[in-house]
């Protein structure tokens, strides 16, 4: 593994999102399935509950401030501005996930 290789674990479902892709999941970004293991996140619908989730590449449980920004950028790019994410456990526990809900009034 080279410094800027991804850290996946085997049997992970999140990180297996990144390595072998499934046509059936809806993928909001990147917005080409052939840039996943490129990407520094994917937004796709949760393998679990069909919401739309924030997965990072990596399977750790935190990430820097700068990623954190690039990855909300995106997410109220996509899904406006009155979007918030949650950090579920349900879903993978060591691997960092959001869910992302609109905000409610």
């Keep these: ?3 800027d290789s991804p850290l996946w674990i085997s049997g992970c479902s999140l990180c297996k999102l990144f390595t072998e892709w499934d046509n059936s999941t809806k993928l909001y970004w990147p917005e080409n ?8 996140f994917i937004i796709v619908d ?11 590449k990596d399977h750790v449980s935190s990430i820097l401030s700068e990623s954190w920004g690039r990855i909300l950028y995106r997410c109220r790019k996509i899904f406006g501005s009155d979007i918030k994410l949650h950090l579920l456990s349900s879903c993978e ?9 609109k905000e409610k009034y």
């Design 46 to 56: 949760c393998p679990h509950c069909k919401s739309p989730i924030v997965i990072y």
């Design 33 to 40: 399935p052939k840039d996943i293991s490129k990407s520094e």
């Design 1 to 3: 593994m080279t410094k």
């Design 93 to 101: 526990r060591e691997h960092l996930n959001y869910h992302i809900v």
